[in-house]
């Protein structure tokens, strides 16, 4: 399988990494579903948790049978679907909230398919800076790999904890912009602490490729991302934030302000 690391030190993700490692801080990563909790409200959050502090977005494109997220996620995305959110719609909501900071679009595999031959030009002509397919392992489909990796935006992986080295080497030679490393097994949620073996597999994963490390699943607090940006050089808030979302724009902006705080003092 041809390796899928062809971008270069110029695209915005690496660019946003490169910039942060010069000033020493930690990359605060903000998962939002598009159009939820309506499409009006989530075009107003894109823009206030960039405003806040986040430095990437991943933007998650509904989908009807999200296996990978837990309630808070699932449940956001069967709102965005109510709202008549696809791919297109978030494409469209990308490109209307003109952020300043590079967007991850993270998906499902089907919602991209579906999107057609031309979804990740689009994507990127929208302002999308990288994608993330969480039910696409390297190796299981390399032209559907191929094809995603060729394409001119960053391809982000998934480690998971349990990964082996040599297969996490496989996976960072196979991706770029960073890698997403999942805190614990499991879907994802709310969790009250940072998983103890932490360290240990961040340090395994460091020794297997040069590519950022982002940490997520179950950062919901300013302890969390303190503790996680001493070792990782981001955080990924998802759940948390779509929870803080679900209760108002100005909650999720709120907590996003008091996580960028923390990983400064990190």
């Known amino acids: 399988m ?86 297109r719609e978030t494409l469209a909501l990308v490109r209307d909230a003109a952020l300043e900071v590079p967007v991850v679009l993270f998906s499902y595999l089907n919602p991209i398919l579906a999107g057609g031959p031309a979804v990740l030009a689009t994507a990127r002509e929208a302002g999308v800076s990288g994608v993330l397919v969480t039910d696409l392992p390297v190796g299981v489909d390399p032209e ?9 935006l960053a391809f982000v992986r998934l480690v998971a904890p349990t990964t082996p080295v040599e297969r996490m080497r ?56 303190t503790a996680i940006g001493r070792l990782a050089d981001g955080v990924v808030v998802g759940s948390a934030m779509v929870q803080a979302a679900s209760q108002g724009v100005q909650k999720a902006i709120d907590l996003t302000g008091e996580l960028r705080l923390a990983l400064d003092r990190a």
Do not use: K, N
Not at 57 to 74: R, Y
Not at 144 to 152: C, N, V
């Open 144 to 152: 559907r790999e191929a094809w995603l990796g060729s394409s001119g």
């Open 170 to 225: 496989e996976i960072g030679r196979h991706g770029s912009g960073f890698v997403y490393l999942i805190s614990r097994l499991g879907v994802t949620g709310v969790r009250d602490d940072v998983a103890a073996d932490l360290p240990e597999t961040v340090a395994r994963l460091r020794s297997a490729t040069t590519l950022p490390i982002c940490v997520g699943f179950g950062v919901s607090s300013a302890a969390h991302a």
């Open 2 to 87: 041809a390796s899928m690391s062809a971008t270069t030190s110029s695209d915005p993700l690496s660019t946003r990494f490169a910039e942060l490692r010069d000033r020493g801080r930690r990359a605060l990563v903000v998962y939002l579903t598009a159009g939820f909790p309506d499409p009006a409200r989530s075009l107003e959050l894109l823009r206030g948790v960039a405003g806040a502090g986040a430095d990437v977005i991943e933007v998650g494109v509904p989908f009807s049978d999200p296996m990978a997220d837990g309630p808070i996620i699932q449940r956001s995305s069967q709102v965005a679907l109510e709202h008549g959110i696809g791919m």
